[in-house]
């Protein structure tokens, strides 16, 4: 029987519902970086996973930011090469974005899906470049930082409760006393004399007093 591959899903990057790329090798924030960094270069060449570094980018940022928005995926209808992608995003306020990122960093083309044309009397909201899809969203979302906070938090209490369970003081053992335990205690310890050595006490006494 002959068997095909699974056919990739251009929306997302997933193949056949498992994680693009068995594994991402950097988080977010690392590609960011080094695409911001590529800014001024010609540099876009595939990776080893076949896709360019905008590109794993651009999975990343869905994969890691899904549960903080109501939707998000890589636009079907729009240009994708090497150098430009568009990422449709509809926030938890229902409002839906398409974002352009290239090695300059994300930003917002229109308040519509798929496409590429801002309103002009709204300007401002189209020429500003963000370094990263957290900080985009972080500026027109206030539903996404009330999420993105409810996960940070649920974090660090995860860890507070692990490092309660591991802490020393939970396997250290008590050596605390009550006062009528630690006087029995002494009362143990100290030495009882003998009747013999009590009857040479009172006869080198006697021969003191002669």
Known sequence: MMTTDPIPCFRCGLHGGSPPFGSLPMDLHTIASLNRSLAHSLNSSRGDSGCTSLELEAVAAIHELSFAVESICVSEMLPRTGDLLFVNVTT??????CLELTQKGWRITSIRSDCMIG???KLELFIKYYDSLYALLDDISPGYKQRFGERV???L?????DDDVFSPSSFSPTFSMSPAESTESLQRLTPVPSPASSRRELRHRDTVKA
């Open 92 to 97: 938890t306020e229902g409002q839906p974005y």
């Open 153 to 155: 938090a649920k974090k």
């Open 119 to 121: 309103d002009f009397t």
């Open 157 to 161: 209490m995860t860890m507070t409760n």
